[in-house]
């Protein structure tokens, strides 16, 4: 297993549909996994330290897991299978829940916990740093740091006051 770091979340264009970048750590790839509007936002939030009045799915899991007096040690990335991403759930005990893996990141960020890959999942899925990508990551995180989670959400007809499309 290989550690990983949330690099942040963004919007792959022209299909806007949300990625979360996660970069190996004393590694040199990349592993972009496509995730749905609402757990962009639900990563994003917890990137930025944002705690809502009431808590959110992911808040209301990890009030959970404290509340049963359980430790979530670590979300393990484990497969990759048609292009979807399979994770664990590593609690103390060495308990092991089924997870999605946008869910596990989010819930990872909330609590604190590694983040790891399989290296075969890295093998199927990463993509190489290239060397001068440094600027770019620099400039990908002041992205990060302006961005909001309303920005993941798309605007349909009825918000724009444009037609929807013929069928």
Not at 23 to 52: C, H, K, M
Not at 57 to 79: Q, S, Y
Request: charged letters at 30%.
């Amino acid at each position: 297993m290989r550690e990983l770091d949330v690099i942040g979340v963004r919007v792959e264009m022209p299909s806007n549909n949300p990625i979360v970048l996660l970069r190996e750590r004393n590694g040199d790839r990349y592993l972009p996994i496509w995730i749905g509007a609402p757990e962009a936002s639900a990563i994003a939030f917890a990137q930025q330290g944002v705690v809502p009045p009431r808590p959110l799915t992911h808040d209301l899991l990890r009030d959970v897991i404290t509340a049963l007096g359980r430790t979530l040690v670590e979300v393990r990335i484990v497969a990759m299978q048609d292009n979807v991403y399979y994770a664990e759930l590593v609690f103390d005990g060495d308990l092991r829940v089924s997870s999605r893996s946008s869910d596990a990141i989010a819930l990872a960020l909330r609590v604190g916990c590694p983040i790891v890959g399989a290296e075969e999942v890295l093998e199927a899925g990463g993509v190489p740093v290239p060397d001068e990508d440094e600027d770019e990551v620099e400039k990908f995180r002041e992205f990060l740091d302006h961005i909001t989670p309303e920005d993941f959400e798309a605007a349909g007809p009825e918000e724009t006051g444009e037609e929807p499309p013929a069928r």
